[in-house]
């Protein structure tokens, strides 16, 4: 079984680099403001957007101003978001629905703005299309625009000389949108639809039962509800813009949601795509494609033993279930280790790579229960949220995170020589190392206090489904997605709770804004610096060297920080369960 993960590990990063690489290209074209001549159907199509939004002439923003920008936009998306929900039933296309209650609809909104897609409620039964189509959907596509615009700030910080702005926000999220966004998820949501992921205005259907059955009073059920919606449009850009958000409560182990081999393998494709694709994109916009290959390079280098530790683990049986007689030995039913809480139309090799792809893109989506996982293959998802979504990570945020473990990075390499640590030919001082700190320990930070809150008061101890370590593992890994804005559930929560709420809406700001806040403010510092001349003592940055020591410097990071915890959690709970 391990064998058929590296196989459908090796055939999914084969396409991966095959697709990566040209859309990479596309994406430094689109939004490379030094390009000489773009299309005149891009820039028509461009200024049209800029008057629809009252910018005909966009000015260049300072780190300031687009740190400003940023907060506002956040702001103004939970707020459209917050309303939508609160005045559902009044709306039309609510499909019956009541308005959500206030917390949850809070929870909600920020989820959605903050691009983390936690989901506390049952998609086909809490929200209409409209609000799924104008209020989710859309944040999907914008949540993550707003990253991206946040990567190209601090690109432009890196490549400008003596500048004293950064880009315009707004033009950054309007080009992100119509140029990388939208054309990518026209085409996966109509290959979506050919697979049979449902398209409709329709909230529900109603259909007679192949095998009717009675209910408890003993009544002949014939009938069954089954739940419709805008299923593919949400499908495509949740995947694309590493949301994660479901129409339906199962997420995409829904067969409407995600009804093929090929439409799983497809939507697999989607979470990594953006992310993979824009270490190439960053190659071209530093003028040194060899930058962009060895940080990808390090992205595959961390990825691929994270798969492989899943896969193993989930390939062994589990000892109290094989009591009953049920072993981890191939079979009729599926390509045997635990499938216990597995899709069976996919298998474990197909979750495996779905639950470590999904956690290494901050993406959240599910196409199995991950609370069903072994202790030690839910450790590793596990702990790529918890090295800070830098394998890959969100759109934009991902190659943000690992270049701020690059720049640690130098500043580690100038220690061991005795030479200011210089990134690109710019030189990393105080400044860029504090912002760096911040924006790398304060998601860690919440994540450790809200467990150890969490665990300690009796009233979320309450929530937890499992008592022990595994109940320890589930808050642990729940406030790890939260401020890493991941989204992705282990499940055995009740997760709608007003401490889950409130909490949770906390650590998922302080995740998005501790971290986008800082790099902006790097950004800034950083444009306003000149080149400095390569030296003897200048540590390239585009050699198997660095890329060593900044895969050291990401792996000892989450390994000081979370060893503990997760010692405490799944490691425990694989040491008892292996001496049962």
């Known amino acids: 079984m391990t064998l058929d993960v590296v196989r459908q590990l090796a055939l999914l990063l084969a396409i991966l680099l095959l697709t990566a690489w040209p859309l990479g290209r596309h994406i430094a074209r689109v939004l490379d403001d030094g390009e000489a001549e773009p299309p005149r159907w891009r820039t028509r199509v461009e200024a049209w957007v800029l008057r629809a939004m009252g910018l005909t002439t966009p000015a260049e923003m300072s780190a300031r101003a687009y740190a400003k920008a940023f907060v506002a936009f956040t702001g103004a998306s939970i707020g459209v978001v917050l309303a939508l929900q609160l005045a559902q039933s009044w709306l039309p296309l609510s499909g019956g629905h009541a308005d959500v209650p206030p917390l949850l609809a809070l929870e909600t909104a920020v989820s959605f703005a903050t691009n983390t897609n936690w989901q506390s409620y049952s998609g086909e039964t809490t929200l209409g299309p409209l609000v799924q189509m104008l209020g989710l959907t859309v944040q999907n596509f914008v949540s993550a625009a707003a990253g991206l615009a946040v990567l190209v700030a601090l690109v432009r910080g890196l490549v400008r000389r003596n500048a004293t ?48 059955s009675v209910d408890e009073n003993g009544e002949p059920v014939i009938e069954q509800t089954i739940a419709l919606g805008p299923a593919a449009s949400q499908v495509a850009i949740k995947q694309l813009g590493t949301n994660g958000g479901g129409v339906y409560n199962a997420n995409s182990a829904h067969p409407l949601e995600n009804p093929t081999p090929a439409s799983n393998e497809l939507e697999l494709l989607a979470i990594l795509l953006i992310p993979a694709a824009l270490c190439f994109s960053y190659g071209r ?83 199995a229960m991950h609370d069903s996982l072994a202790p030690l293959g839910g450790l590793f998802p596990l702990w790529l949220m918890q090295l800070g ?67 300690a008061w009796p009233l979320v101890r309450a929530t937890m489904g499992n008592p022990g370590p595994h109940g320890l593992t589930e808050v642990l890994y729940a406030f790890s997605s939260l401020a890493n804005n991941n989204g992705s559930a282990f499940g055995g929560l009740s997760a709608d709770a007003p401490f889950w709420h409130v909490a949770g809406s906390l650590a998922m700001l302080a995740g998005r804004l501790g971290v986008a806040l800082p790099v902006i403010a790097i950004a800034g510092s950083l444009g306003r610096k000149g080149l400095v001349a390569a030296g003897p003592g200048t540590l390239p940055t585009h050699t198997p060297l660095f890329a060593t020591l900044l895969i050291g410097v990401v792996l000892l990071v989450g390994a000081l920080t979370f060893i503990p915890a997760l010692a405490l959690g799944p490691i425990v709970e694989h040491l008892a369960l292996a001496a049962r």
């Open 165 to 212: 702005t950064i880009g315009n926000f707004w033009l950054d999220v309007g080009r992100a949108t119509i140029f990388v966004l939208l054309p990518l998820s026209t085409i996966v949501a109509l290959l979506l639809v050919s697979q049979g992921v449902v398209q409709t205005l329709d909230d529900r259907v109603v259909v007679e039962r192949i095998e009717p």
């Open 285 to 367: 916009w530093v003028r040194d494609r060899r930058q962009g290959i060895a940080l990808f390079a390090v992205m595959v280098v961390l990825f691929v033993p994270m798969v492989i530790g899943t896969g193993i683990a989930e390939s062994q049986g589990n000892s109290v279930i094989e009591r009953l007689g049920v072993g981890p030995a191939p079979g009729l039913l599926g390509d045997g280790g635990s499938l216990e809480g597995k899709e069976v139309r996919f298998g474990v090799p197909a979750s495996v790579l779905w639950a470590t792809a999904t956690t290494a893109a901050s993406n959240g989506s599910v196409n």
């Open 389 to 455: 979504e830098v394998v890959f990570g969100g759109v934009g945020s991902g190659l943000c995170g690992l270049l701020l473990f690059a720049f640690v990075a130098v500043f580690v390499g100038g220690l061991m020589v005795g030479r200011t640590p210089e990134y690109l030919g710019k030189k990393i001082e105080a400044f860029e190392i504090q912002m760096t700190s911040i924006a790398i320990l304060l998601p860690a930070s919440v994540v450790l206090i809200g467990t150890a809150v969490g665990v």
